[in-house]
């Protein structure tokens, strides 16, 4: 039986942390089918799928065996996915929002409200601090792979996000749809 796993860490960044626990699922018959890491400071995070052909209770033994890697700086979690279906659902399609700009307070958070008011999923995010080349200004860029369900009404959902671009200063880039 197919069993997925859901592995996330993080913690104080060193070499060999990826191996460590790479190894670990290898050595449990484990594979890795999607992963995402970065640094962040000197801290270091990562997020895993893993398939495992085995039954219920060898996954939790696979599962305590992740666990067991942790230190007193360095955090694991592993559980099993909940099962799902990889189909979007009836009608839904897929779009993309890049906004960037001066960084500034709360602008994730105004931002991923507008898309939960909408019911809109948000598949991958990224978001990005840096400073501007010249003047040193912090500017922010993020983008955002999305699933719009059918009910949304595209022009209302552009029109509240060009109000958002007024009432923040920020510019916002919205594809719609895309693959």
Sequence with gaps: MKLYVVVSAVGRDRPGL???ISHEIKKNGGNIELQRSAKM???FALIS?????AAPEQAEHFIASLRDLQSDDFFIYARKAVAA????PAGALCG????????????????TLLLF????NIEAMEYDVQNAPMTGTQLFQMH???VLPAKVDVAEFKKKLRGME???NIDILFRFPVE
């Design 144 to 146: 955002a792979k999305i």
């Design 117 to 120: 008011e909408n019911a809109i």
């Design 166 to 168: 007024d009432r923040l």
């Design 96 to 111: 993309e929002l890049i906004a960037e700009g001066a960084d500034q307070m709360g602008l994730i958070d105004e931002i």
């Design 49 to 53: 799928l893993v398939s495992l052909d």
């Design 85 to 88: 279906s990889s189909e979007r």
């Design 18 to 20: 990826v191996n460590k």
């Design 41 to 43: 400071v000197d801290e």
